[in-house]
């Protein structure tokens, strides 16, 4: 069998990038979560400040909360709800579940069928519980989180520089409209 010249060089081109690409991802420390969170605390409605653009909340133009209940199986019951161009609630339920060993830092969140996705609480107002910060080992998601529908400039500023800090872009955190479309 003969290998073409150009069959070569397209490979070894492929070979370079995705070594380059294993190198730039590898700099990037790994996420780090808040040491431990009481779920009972944590438990509540919860008013989504700002996040990075979701496909998922495409019709989403305000009021986006979650909710987070404990079930008697241990899970957490999640609902999250957001509102359309005409006022029309969006609401999706899953479950979630804790990854051991993470003090409840990590969780498994279900929505749809068997897939599961990542939720990590990266930093938390740890003396009333007022504000969290969760996001995705892959920094691709990203969420701030508040017990009101609108957080102090100092506070939200404080959070973003910590997403920074974890590696985030603070470019692409979009502030969420916390009224209700009529």
């Known amino acids: 069998m ?3 010249p150009s069959l ?3 490979l070894g081109a492929a070979t370079v990038v995705s070594v380059l690409v294993a190198c730039a991802t590898s700099r990037q420390a790994p996420l780090k979560t808040v040491n431990s969170v009481d779920l009972s605390r944590y438990a509540g409605k919860w008013y989504e400040i700002a996040s990075y653009p979701m496909w998922f909340q495409r019709r989403c133009v305000g009021g ?3 909710e987070y209940t404990s079930k008697a199986d241990g899970s957490i019951g999640v609902v999250n709800t957001c509102y359309d161009k005409n006022g029309k609630p969006i609401r999706v339920e899953g479950s979630a579940t804790v990854v051991p060993d993470s003090g409840n830092s990590k969780l498994k969140v279900r929505f749809f069928g068997p897939f599961t996705g990542d939720y990590w609480v990266i930093a938390l107002d ?3 519980y007022s504000w ?3 996001g995705h080992p892959s920094r691709k ?3 701030v989180l508040s017990r009101s529908k609108e957080l102090p400039s100092a506070t939200y500023d404080q959070i973003v ?3 920074v800090a974890q590696g985030y872009d603070a470019k692409q955190l979009r502030r969420t409209d916390q009224s209700i479309p009529r």
């Open 141 to 143: 998601y990203l969420w």
């Open 161 to 163: 520089a910590e997403a």
């Open 2 to 4: 003969k290998i073409r």
């Open 8 to 10: 070569v060089a397209l």
């Open 64 to 66: 986006t909360t979650a």
């Open 132 to 134: 969290a910060l969760v």
């Open 126 to 128: 740890q003396k009333d």
